[in-house]
């Protein structure tokens, strides 16, 4: 699999690399947070990341002053397993390189997305980068060790489903995921919306 870099411009489809902000103390606060040996943890919302004084500048100049929730996701994940995408674009921050596997929402035919399509990109240590509203994405890859990634989002995304939702695809609040049929998801009853390989970022 070719690895793109965020700086490519392969990556205008899918985001753009914030050029403004000071993500030191969001940063130093991350470097605190559990990240796990074999698997990931995903915290939606954390008070002391919410905390920084960055999240102000976020709010307003990314979110145009929607209520927002900072978290994070850590660990060693290397496979793609699920594609996922939300109402709205996503903000990553990443504390060391970290491989994005992403994908375009225009691809979903018929409710499945074929895997030959997804492209890799690199973010380097300390760059944030916004993926935009149609960028399917899901848990970041490591590229060497442990990753830790800042995750920016409206406030209460990524919740527990509402109640009375019919769509399939409609995992939790304001996330709609699409399943490979090897992942754990889809073995506890995600939508199996992927085909082709479960790639894997070695």
């Not at 509203?133 to 209460?156: M, Q, W």
Request: proline share 5%; hydrophobic share 35%.
């Amino acid at each position: 699999m070719k690895i793109y870099s965020v700086y490519d411009k392969e990556f205008r489809e899918f985001g753009e690399v914030l050029e403004h902000g000071d993500f030191t103390e969001l940063l130093k606060v991350l470097s605190t947070k559990p990240s796990p040996l074999d698997g990931t943890i995903y915290v939606p919302s954390d008070k002391d990341l919410e905390s920084c004084k960055e999240k102000e500048n976020i709010e307003i100049n990314a979110f145009g002053g929607m209520p927002i929730q900072i978290g994070y996701c850590n660990g060693t994940n290397q496979m793609l397993n699920c594609l996922e995408y939300h109402k709205n674009s996503e903000i990553n921050i990443v504390e060391s390189d970290t491989v994005l596997l992403l994908g375009k929402l225009q691809d979903v035919l018929d409710g499945k997305y074929d895997t030959s399509l997804v492209k890799a990109f690199m973010v380097p240590k300390g760059v944030g980068v916004e993926l935009y509203e149609t960028s399917l994405h899901y848990a970041p890859c490591k590229a060497d060790g442990n990753f830790r990634v800042i995750v920016v989002l409206p406030k209460g995304t990524n919740l527990e489903k509402p109640e009375g939702a019919k769509c399939p695809k409609l995992y939790a609040k304001n996330k709609w995921l699409l399943a490979h049929p090897d992942s754990n998801e889809a073995k506890n009853g995600a939508y199996i919306g992927l085909t082709g390989e479960n790639l894997k970022v070695e």
